[in-house]
């Protein structure tokens, strides 16, 4: 199976992780199974990565992170919750998406 190379894929994976956490909040190895398992196991997003992706979306204002007992285990674990800039920056992630989704089609379908 091939997989998506993180080149291709480093400008999204904010608007991933946003899209799950405007569900519910969540932890960062929950996270990381989710985007696996909706992408097909075609994305498995790096460790550092998403760490990373969390730290500049907190430190931008699109996430906040507070401390919790894991319901299934009691442990603390560090979880992530979208904030209103948050929602307001998913928004034009997905407009911008569009838009390159667009443009890079003519390119590669030759419309």
Request: include cysteine; charged fraction near 30%; charge should be negative.
């Amino acid at each position: 199976m091939t997989e998506i190379s993180s080149d291709v894929i480093r400008g999204y994976n904010d608007t991933m992780i946003l899209f799950l956490l405007l569900k519910e909040p969540s932890y960062g190895y929950e996270l990381s199974k989710q985007i696996k398992n909706l992408s097909d196991g075609k994305y498995i997003i790096k460790e550092t990565t998403l760490y990373s992706a969390f730290s500049r979306m907190e430190k931008n204002g699109y996430i906040e992170s507070f401390v919790s007992e894991a319901a299934d285990t009691g442990k603390k674990r560090t979880y992530y919750r979208i904030t209103e800039e948050g929602q307001r920056y998913y928004s034009e992630k997905c407009e911008e998406w569009q838009l390159t989704k667009e443009v890079v089609e003519r390119f590669v379908m030759g419309t």
